[in-house]
């Protein structure tokens, strides 16, 4: 692959991607094929459409498949365990009891939407998620089985911290390449969090979850069992347990911190046991193991019933974790193929202003080749020379580098893995989930755009 070259133009690339995506909506949504074999079958023709040459196709299939599931199957899969035992023990029940108490039955999607928010800072989009899932589904359950009222605004909560504050990968690497105070950016990001999620995610999760009643899907209750434990957990012991990850991946976050700010030598050993014991599949199995005892063991659990509460955890979730691979395999061949990075090209020669340049080049990358992250930092690495000329104060790099992590989540579709995973794991179908969650990240995407753009006008 390093020697070889598009050749295609921007035209044909496009007229490709765009028949690429119809041919999935159509063979999943008319024909009902699986969304698994369908997503490969395309991926495929894809790859030969797009002249990328035949001896490397089946290795790009299964690096984009496999690099994917390197990132998500691990924190599926031990989500899932913890998600079931908290659900198993009746903590998740307890906990949205008290959350309803706390902020009442209507203000109920709202509360979560807040907790997801606070969960979402150190923790990545699709393991807040599932961690936080089993508590959205008891809240749902209890009022009014509604699995959109409540879930949509909580995922938006993670989508808005994973895409717009560091730590997370994007706006770091955003802000390193544009030259951004980091510390600005986060402070900014903080605090433009709030009305973004408000707007996007809590405003419109409760409108379209008022039109499009879900049914809880059975992600975390089946497989009954006689010998689970009838006592369930304090508020307090579930809410540790859910915050076990949250602290240990914090703990991490604060080392690169005092590392990269040369306070602390990176190459000592501790540093690199506790940051091990930070990195996010670490965490949740720790978390996992501490959840087997406190929910179980020490509620009367024995090792039988736990293994078959775990066991039963990893069947629902197997279709959601290949789905997701399968997409992220699609967004490779598109980003392989050079769509993206031809018409991105392409807008940059238009001289459209700077602030609505990177959120166009990075709407593009998104939309192109799905992944939020690789659309964000590729746009601002095509956009560097621009910014590195213009004269601009700290705080309008600071916008230009929202703006750009605002496009970069623009419409998620068929090639994002993170639209399969969110409409999976909430039992939607395809054209539901383009209807919820692809218009949901446009609003996000927009309304993340013009806060960034009222900065970059005010400072």
Do not use: C
């Amino acid at each position: 692959m390093d020697d070889w070259t598009q050749t295609l133009g921007a035209g044909p690339l496009l007229a490709i991607a765009a028949g690429a995506v119809a041919l999935i909506l159509i063979l999943i949504m008319r024909f009902k094929v699986h969304a698994f074999l369908t997503l490969i079958l395309v991926s495929l023709l894809t790859a030969l459409a797009t002249q990328i040459p035949v001896e490397v196709i089946v290795d790009s299939l299964v690096d984009g498949f496999g690099g994917t599931l390197g990132s998500v199957a691990l924190l599926i899969a031990l989500g899932a365990m913890l998600g079931k035992l908290v659900e198993y023990s009746g903590g998740a029940k307890v906990l949205a009891e008290k959350m309803v108490d706390m902020f009442g039955e209507k203000r109920a999607p709202f509360g979560l939407g807040l907790a997801s928010l606070a969960f979402g800072f150190p923790i990545f989009f699709d393991a807040g998620l599932v961690v936080m899932l089993p508590v959205i589904f008891a809240v749902a359950r209890r009022l009014g089985n509604n699995v959109l009222l409540y879930g949509i605004p909580a995922a938006t909560a993670f989508s808005v911290m994973h895409v717009f504050a560091p730590p997370h990968p994007g706006p770091v690497a955003a802000s390193e390449l544009y030259g951004a105070n980091l510390g600005l950016v986060l402070l900014v990001a903080i605090i433009l969090a709030f009305p973004v999620w408000y707007l996007a995610g809590y405003l419109w999760g409760t409108f379209i979850g008022r039109r499009t009643v879900l049914p809880v899907p059975p992600l975390f209750t089946s497989a009954e069992d006689e010998d689970l434990p009838v006592t369930p957990p304090s508020v307090g012991t579930v809410i540790a347990i859910l915050l076990l990850p949250l602290m240990l991946i914090f703990l991490n976050t604060g080392l690169d911190f005092l590392t990269t700010g040369g306070f602390v030598d990176g190459e000592q050993t501790w540093v690199h046991v506790l940051s091990l014991l930070g990195s996010v599949p670490i965490a949740l199995l720790i978390s996992v193991l501490v959840a087997l005892v406190v929910l179980g063991r020490l509620r009367g659990a024995d090792g039988t019933t736990l293994e078959k509460i775990v066991d039963s955890s990893l069947g629902p979730v197997a279709s959601v974790i290949l789905i997701t691979g399968a997409g992220g395999m699609f967004g490779e061949i598109l980003r392989l193929s050079g769509i993206g990075d031809a018409l991105a090209d392409l807008l940059s020669g238009i001289g459209v202003p700077i602030i609505l340049a990177v959120w166009l080049i990075a709407v593009i990358l998104r939309v192109a080749q799905g992944s939020a992250t690789v659309a964000l930092v590729t746009a601002a690495g095509l956009m560097v020379p621009a910014v590195m000329a213009g004269d601009f104060s700290q705080m309008q790099v600071v916008a230009i580098t929202l703006a750009t992590a605002s496009g970069s989540v623009f419409a998620s579709h068929v090639n994002d893995s993170g639209f399969w995973l969110v409409g999976r794991l909430m039992g939607m179908d395809v054209k539901t989930t383009l209807k919820v969650w692809t218009t949901q990240q446009a609003l996000q995407s927009i309304v993340g755009f013009v806060f960034s753009l009222l900065l970059f006008v005010v400072f």
